[in-house]
């Protein structure tokens, strides 16, 4: 693969041909079932910035915030081969004074999370197979304080106070205890702590939700330009998720920061999102992007309005239809 | 019994659940009073079978003899001999100063380099070699060769109890490292912290709970070897008594010794983990 060159959205379908029969070329027998699939009939698939005209459509000169370059992720060689992801391929521009909400969807084990830990730089998923992961045009090359992430379980510090957990990126960069406890206390309350009650507790005294507002408190307390989100509400009860979206979109707003947020809730993904990216499952291959309606309101009256649910339906039906014509085209 | 809702009536306890019942139940704790009863009761069978096997007015009609098995009254009755003219004190003095001097010393080293053999694994690939080899060879067998290399003065019984743990702890600080989730280091290192950062500010603070608890078992290995330890040039020690207990055929001394290293032991554990509640007040578990 040797497509460095500016040719990103020219010809799906041959782009897909050419792919495969790179990846046909490679391994000597050729990798058993899904791997192999024919190369042919996959006419829907990659419709990435065909179906929506990426906002900022001229870049104007300055380096996308975000650039994947044809990302595919292999682990093992020959038969036993595993591809995570395959052909990714797209480009978020940094809308100045902003950024962009990204929602990656797609089923279990499709690579969403492989996505995030590519941007992350985080091994094994980093370095990637081939293709090139560009972050503010510069290729990633291994995890940093720009690029802050939330996962969903493991999130804090059991060792320390959720006063130092929060403060734990400014403590790094070796800012005064002083300093960087009082700013620790400013986040602890933007997330919807009581300084007063929980700034002094262990993590273990506190529920899930409260956990995942302290570790989203630590990322952001650093003003990442770009968030990675993977699953951070995924284990939380529907009520709480609510409310820590509410809380993030708030938050969100004053950050001017790309957030990418995996999910397999496409109501979250709706909500949430600006975009939504769409992978098909295992090898991820990124279906589409969708651009979806800004939350204007908290979520449990938005996610009630017709309106969003024809675009959930929508999104659902999207992903159904496309991955049934992957599946024709796998046998 | 610290945790309602899984089952009706944990906790409640509907009439028809009894607590005979409840001792059935899978992975449930009884209450305090019945864990000290279970205790008791296993020690009082031990007794009660000691007694039974050493009952008789004279010799001969004991189920053991004497010269064997003592009675539970011949040990008790040792026991002002032991304190007295056998100078227990002392000797309890000399054995624990010994097992915290060599302990104590392949913890200061056996530690650290475990932790950073934990978190950095070509360190452990280079170790690694020694310390299956430490771990295996013959304890015995490091008597004669402590011997020539340091005498048979105290140095030899420090760097005797050294040689026998360190490898043990090296181990066991390593694996306590390398237990931990690689999801802490991936969260440290995308808030920017550097190696050594993640290492001193997540790693090892995450690993010393489970340190701290393996070093309490090992300190029990450590004070099983004493009387290894003593063998050659001890006027006092624990092990000391017991040998010469042994050539004096005092079973009944030697029994009353190892009642006391038990008790001893247990004590000291006791002492160890209420420091441990104590430094770790994060993990409620211990």
């Known amino acids: 693969m040797s497509e460095d060159a500016p040719v990103p959205f020219k010809d799906a379908d041959a782009l897909i041909k050419e792919i495969d029969a ?33 906002p900022a459509a001229a870049p104007s000169g300055r380096p996308a915030i975000v650039e994947f370059k044809h990302v595919t992720k ?8 595993f591809t995570a992801i395959k052909d990714v391929h797209f480009r978020i521009e940094d809308i100045p004074g902003k950024g962009e909400f990204i929602c990656v969807l797609g089923p279990s ?17 980093h370095p990637p197979t081939t293709g090139e992961v560009l972050v503010d045009g510069r290729p990633v090359v291994g995890p940093g304080a720009d690029r802050g992430m939330v996962f969903q379980d493991y999130t804090s510090f059991d060792h320390m106070t959720v ?3 929060v403060a734990f990126g400014l403590a790094c960069r070796g800012v005064g205890k002083a300093e960087r406890i009082g700013q620790a206390h400013g986040w602890i309350d933007k997330v919807g702590l009581s300084v007063k009650n929980d700034a002094r507790k262990y993590p273990h005294q506190l529920s899930g939700g409260m ?88 979520a449990h009256a ?30 | 019994m610290s945790d309602g809702g899984q089952a009706p009536g944990v906790g409640g306890g509907p009439p028809g659940d009894s607590w005979t019942k409840r001792l059935f139940r899978l992975r449930e704790e009884p209450p305090y009073y019945v864990r000290i009863l279970l205790g008791v009761s296993s020690v ?8 039974g096997m050493t009952s008789g007015d004279i010799p001969e009609h004991r189920a053991i003899s004497p010269a064997v098995l003592p009675s539970l009254g011949e040990t008790a009755q040792s026991l002002p001999r032991l304190f007295g003219e056998r100078g227990l004190i002392a000797s309890i003095a000399a054995s624990l100063t010994r097992v915290f001097l060599g302990f104590g010393l392949a913890c200061v080293i056996g530690i650290p380099f475990g932790m950073l053999a934990g978190a950095w694994r070509p360190l452990n690939a280079f170790v690694t070699p020694l310390v299956i080899f430490g771990r295996n060879i013959p304890i015995a067998a490091l008597i004669p060769l402590t011997l020539m290399w340091f005498g048979i003065d105290e ?49 090892a603070p995450l690993a010393l709970p489970q340190v701290f608890t393996d070093q309490r078992q090992l300190f029990g290995l450590a004070f099983g070897y004493i009387m290894l330890a003593e063998l050659v040039n001890a006027k006092r020690g624990l092990g000391f008594l017991i040998q010469m207990s042994q050539k004096r055929s005092q079973p009944e001394d030697i029994l009353m010794i190892l009642v006391i290293i038990g008790l001893l032991a247990w004590l000291i554990d006791k002492t160890l983990s209420w420091f441990q509640r104590g430094l770790f007040p994060y993990r409620r578990d211990l």
């Open chain 2, 44 to 51: 009082g069978l031990l007794l009660l079978v000691w007694g």
């Open chain 2, 155 to 203: 140095t030899q019984k420090v760097m005797f109890l050294f040689i026998a743990t360190v490898p043990f702890v090296f181990s066991s600080a390593a694996s306590a490292v390398v237990a931990i989730h690689q999801r802490y280091v991936e969260t440290a290192q995308t808030l920017g912290a550097s190696s050594w950062q993640v290492f001193r500010k997540v790693l």
């Open chain 1, 109 to 125: 084990g499709c690579g969403k999370s492989t996505v995030l830990r590519l941007i992350a730089g985080l091994g094994p998923q």
């Open chain 1, 74 to 81: 292999t682990y093992g060689d020959g038969p036993k081969a």
């Open chain 1, 211 to 298: 956990r995942q507002r302290v570790a989203i408190a630590r990322t952001l307390i650093l003003s990442p330009r770009i968030i990675l989100m993977d699953e951070p509400f995924g284990a939380l009860d529907p009520s709480t998720r609510m409310q820590m979206q509410d809380n993030l979109v708030a938050l969100w707003r004053d950050l001017e920061a790309t957030v990418f947020f995996v999910t397999h809730s496409i109501e979250e993904a709706v909500y949430l999102g600006d975009r939504v990216h769409i992978l098909s499952s295992s090898p991820g291959t990124l279906l589409r992007e969708i651009t979806v309606p800004p939350p204007d309101r908290p």
């Open chain 1, 302 to 331: 938005m996610q009630r309005d017709p309106r969003f649910l024809e675009y959930v339906f929508d999104i659902r039906d999207t992903i159904e239809t496309l991955e049934a014509s992957r599946r024709a085209g796998d046998d």
């Open chain 1, 22 to 54: 790179a990846a046909k070329a490679d391994p000597p027998p050729a990798a058993p079932d899904r791997d192999a699939a024919p190369p042919a009939p996959e006419v829907t698939v990659v419709a990435a910035g065909g179906e929506a005209p990426a």
């Open chain 1, 163 to 165: 006063e130092d957990n």
